[in-house]
């Protein structure tokens, strides 16, 4: 359970200054949208 917790952190919670604070889902929309 702790991988799948740590994985849902890692894609969808955590923030990142090299997508201008989106969290990896957040970017991966964005980019899909552009």
Same mark, same amino acid.
């Given at each position: 359970?702790?991988?799948?917790?740590?994985?849902?952190?890692? %894609?969808?919670? +955590?923030?990142?200054?090299?997508t201008k604070g989106m969290t990896p889902a957040e970017? +991966? %929309?964005? *980019?899909?949208? *552009?």
């Open positions: 359970m702790m991988v799948q917790d740590y994985i849902h952190f890692f %894609n969808y919670e +955590r923030i990142s200054l090299k970017y +991966r %929309n964005h *980019a899909m949208t *552009a």
